[in-house]
């Protein structure tokens, strides 16, 4: 892997003498407070502004005040006309935008398109608070208010739509994000590299347009620059199915000089299905920061330029950046109004970012990257006392300890060499790749010493675990289930069936058959009354109706009845997403003709027959199913025997509205539930336990 210049090596800049602020100022009178006559940078977010580290404008904000620079926050503004995002002045560099932690049309509308009445990072819960697409209205407003300031984009919502790409909510490619917000860079991924880097450069007077050098960032161009090779792969008609794409010089290339891929333009992945999955392909397959190239698309008379994903932070950088002086908490301006994005999370610790799982309908692998960055375990501790000392209202319990994935701490490919030319989408997929560490000790080592500090009676293990992994580590599973289940484990099987599954890139049902088995056991030498609670995506691409069935007749099995469930939303640039507008699978070689096609239920009738089959139980789909499985030729599976899904009675007053109800779900008595955020950043998903006996 290549190396970087340190983030915290930088010369500061002059306003370092400041000192940094108790929380970054929201308005003119704190600036006046803290000496300020004005911002170097200032931060528009759709979210509200909680200086944690678990908040993307608090972690860019303390690291650009850890380098010199002052750093306002404007957060949810009014975006009906320009003037809230004159509220703190001119900024001398620039304005840095944002849509908040959540793509704004994931957070505002449901798999179904329906508008959410309630937003997790909004005071109170309050919808409506942000605007669809904010990272452009944002944009567009900065531009209004002082229209000769450099707008850099950045986030979950830029990142994501950095290329042409499709969207949900509209039903169509769009282009890309920095085209439309007619922003002067993006910055994909967690940028604090590029960050740094370009700060201090604006401050020496280079126009943001023109760093053409920095990792991680899109950039509008007029044409590809003489002297770069053209790597086309905008073209799948002569590429026989496991060939590279064909190299075209734009002009007669030197030795040793730069390549820069071709995808298919906006125009075309916007008229041909067969491209867009092709630019997905080849975009996922760039991803390594080890071996990836520059992209170019174009749009129009414009190329879209990305330079290679950044360097991952080492583990002195993760802990500088985690070890800013963050206040912990809201910014008082929201006083004793309620936030649950920050109660969710304020005694959870990050202990790392990134996932190699690859699952193909998942954001935090495009956005964090494969290569895990870890935290030292005297920065994760100091943390928990950080909480101990800092959290009003600590009760001893830290809520979570893992990241995007509980147990991939410290794994990582046994050879750098091997790493930093493998083009693999994924360390586990179609299983455990022979080159990946998988050695559970630092982690175990980090849960005793955690838990052994003064004052912290119970650590509960909340992230996603990957239990294809832990399985290889019977230690750490008991170390688990003895010290860290507070009676209910969730896991993501996701499917129980090889035709979506392998479209997820997850492992089969077996795997987790396997952990149960190790769960169980440890469980009850422990003498412990704990529960697996499993998870699924209804209507993914690849799943038919029979897929579902298969799913409910295991849930039913099982003993599992979801109350609510998730359906699957296609969030921008996912490999699924990719499936679901093309009808072709992008995980192999595409082609015209011979590329797997892929089903996916796109109707809302079918989705919801997909969803209904997950909720097996609730009265209200009962006429639903009863009609699909007559169709299917399944009337074997009605009737009120133990191996058959549903009754041929209907209790008086259910079933009249499609299988949308939930009510008969909670009439059972004695239940217990658990609450898993579902991928869409929705209502959660929960799960009686399972009867006894």
Not at 147 to 166: F, T
Not at 263 to 272: G, H, I, T
Not at 314 to 325: H, K, W, Y
Request: include cysteine.
């Amino acid at each position: 892997m290549q190396t970087a210049k340190p983030i915290f090596s930088y010369r500061k800049f002059w306003a370092h003498r400041f000192g940094p602020a108790p929380f970054l100022p929201m308005s003119r009178a704190e600036m006046d407070q803290l000496g300020w006559d004005s911002c170097d940078v200032i931060l528009v977010t759709g979210d509200a502004y909680v200086d944690h580290p678990s908040f993307g404008m608090a972690v860019i904000g303390r690291m650009l005040e850890s380098q010199g620079f002052r750093v306002g926050i404007i957060a949810q503004p009014d975006w009906s006309d320009a003037q809230p995002f004159k509220v703190l002045g001119k900024p001398n560099l620039y304005f840095g935008v944002t849509a908040g932690n959540m793509d704004s049309m994931v957070n505002r509308y449901t798999a179904d398109r329906r508008i959410r009445q309630n937003d997790s990072y909004t005071p109170n819960e309050e919808g409506g608070k942000r605007p669809d697409r904010a990272v452009i209205v944002y944009s567009q407003r900065c531009r209004e208010a002082y229209r000769d300031v450099p707008i850099v984009i950045g986030g979950i919502e830029a990142s994501l739509r950095r290329i042409a790409h499709y969207d949900y909510w509209s039903d169509k490619v769009r282009r890309s994000v920095l085209v439309d917000s007619k922003a002067d860079i993006l910055l994909y991924g967690n940028a604090e590299r590029a960050l740094v880097e370009i700060t201090h450069r604006v401050a020496k007077g280079e126009p943001p347009r023109e760093m053409t050098d920095v990792r991680g960032i899109a950039l509008l161009r007029d044409a590809v620059p003489d002297g770069w090779t053209v790597i086309d792969a905008s073209s799948i008609e002569e590429t026989e199915p496991d060939a590279a794409p064909v190299a075209t010089p734009t002009a007669k290339p030197a030795a040793g000089s730069p390549c820069v891929m071709r995808l298919p333009s906006f125009e075309q992945v916007r008229d041909d299905r067969v491209l867009y999955a092709q630019a997905s392909r080849v975009l996922h397959q760039e991803s390594n920061p080890g071996n990836a190239r520059d992209l170019v698309q174009r749009h129009g008379d414009k190329e879209v330029w990305l330079t290679p994903p950044p360097i991952p932070l080492t583990t002195p950088e993760m802990d500088g950046v985690f070890g800013l002086p963050y206040a912990r908490a809201p910014h008082p301006v929201y006083g004793d109004a309620r936030l649950p994005a920050w109660e969710m999370i304020r005694t959870s610790v990050n202990i790392m970012r990134g996932c190699f799982g690859g699952c193909s309908f998942c954001s935090i692998t495009e956005h964090e990257g494969r290569v895990i960055q870890n935290r030292s375990e005297e920065s994760i501790l100091r943390e928990i006392e950080d909480i101990r000392e800092k959290v009003k209202g600590f009760t001893g319990v830290i809520s979570d300890l893992g990241g995007p994935t509980a147990n991939m701490y410290r794994l990582a490919c046994k050879d750098q060499k091997i790493q930093s030319i493998c083009r693999r989408l994924s360390c586990v997929y179609p299983d455990v790749c022979k080159n990946l560490g998988t050695d559970h000790e630092p982690l175990i080592k980090l849960y005793r010493k955690a838990r052994a500090l003064p004052g912290v009676k119970k650590i509960h293990i909340a992230s996603g675990l990957r239990y294809d992994l832990a399985v290889r580590s019977p230690e750490y599973v008991k170390e688990l289930v003895t010290h860290h289940v507070g009676g209910y484990l969730k896991i993501a099987p996701e499917h129980t069936e090889a035709g979506p599954l392998s479209k997820m890139m997850k492992p089969g049902i077996g795997a987790y058959d396997r952990f149960k088995q190790l769960f169980d056991k440890f469980a009850k030498e422990a003498g412990k009354e704990q529960y697996l609670i499993p998870y699924f995506i209804a209507a993914h691409p690849g799943t038919t109706d029979e897929d579902m069935m298969n799913l409910a007749l295991w849930l039913k099995r099982n003993g599992f009845r979801a109350d609510q469930v998730q359906t699957f939303l296609p969030s921008p640039m996912a490999l699924s997403s990719a499936m679901y507008y093309s009808g072709r699978n992008p995980l192999q070689p595409v082609r015209r003709t011979g590329t797997e096609e892929v089903f996916t239920a796109k109707g809302l009738t079918q989705r919801r027959l997909h969803k209904a089959f997950l909720r097996y139980h609730d009265a209200e789909n009962w006429p639903l199913l009863r009609e699909a499985l007559k169709r299917m030729g399944r009337a074997d599976l009605i009737g009120p025997g133990k191996h058959q899904l549903v009754p041929t009675w209907q209790p008086k007053g259910t079933g009249d509205n499609g299988g949308e109800g939930a009510r008969s779900g909670r009439k059972h008595g004695g239940q217990t539930f658990l609450t898993k955020h579902t991928e869409d950043g929705g209502k959660p998903f929960r799960t009686r336990r399972p009867p006894r006996g």
